[in-house]
Structures are given as C-alpha cells and as structure tokens.
C-alpha cells in the first residue's frame, strides 16, 4: 500500500483556474447559501488560504493523486484544524472530488474546501 508523503511545490499536482471552474460548475454542493454567500468570499481571500492551510500530503496511485491537508477554521484558531482532501485525475487534468472531512458543512461543499483550491 502506497503512504502519504510531504507535499512540497516540486511534487504537487499541476491545478489551474479551469480546473477549479469545472469542479464548481459540475458539483452542486458548492452552489448552496454558505458558498455563494459572504463567507465563501472571505474565505477564498489570499491572505486566509495562506495563512490557514497546514501540512499538506500526498499519494499517487496511478493517474490519481489524493492531497490532503489540514485547515484551520477561519475564525476560531485555537479549534482543531479541519482534514481536507481530493483527489485529482492528473491524466485529464480534473478533480475527482474535494471535501472537508470534519466541519459541519463539509457535505455540502463548505468555505474550507473552496479555500484550499484556491
């Protein structure tokens, strides 16, 4: 079985703009009120992703690659960091999916999980 390794900018997947459009065009949880709304804006600011998102790592299995990473809520520094993770085909160059695998929203296409593909 593969492990997870240490992300580093010379071993994560190659994501672009028209990645991530696809991936909120096609996957409905991030059309609902907490995205579309003022939290999903602040949380897609630069200085939030910058600043919240820890260790990152990831494993290859073929032409997907799983990244996970741990995210600190936004407003509440001292809470436990939340666990991130998606899979991306590298080969067709798509997101297979990406949640949030501990906040209350994270069904629903919550802000972390937008944060972290920005």
């Keep these: 079985m593969e492990k997870f390794v240490k992300a580093t900018s010379n071993n994560l997947p190659r994501v672009d ?3 991530v459009h696809e991936l909120l065009k096609r996957d409905n949880r991030f059309n609902s009120a907490e995205i579309a709304g003022v939290k999903a804006s602040s ?3 630069e200085s939030y992703g910058d ?6 790592e990831l ?3 073929g032409p997907l690659c799983t990244v ?3 995210i600190c809520p936004e407003h509440k520094v001292r809470s436990k960091a939340y666990t991130i993770e998606t899979v991306i085909n590298e ?3 798509t997101f297979i999916d990406v949640c949030c695998k501990d906040c209350a929203a994270g069904e629903g296409g919550c802000k972390h999980a937008l944060a972290f593909l920005m």
């Design 17 to 19: 703009i028209f990645m």
């Design 43 to 45: 949380s897609t600011r």
């Design 51 to 56: 600043n919240a998102i820890g260790y990152v």
């Design 59 to 61: 494993k290859r299995k």
């Design 68 to 70: 996970k990473a741990r």
């Design 91 to 93: 080969e067709e160059e």
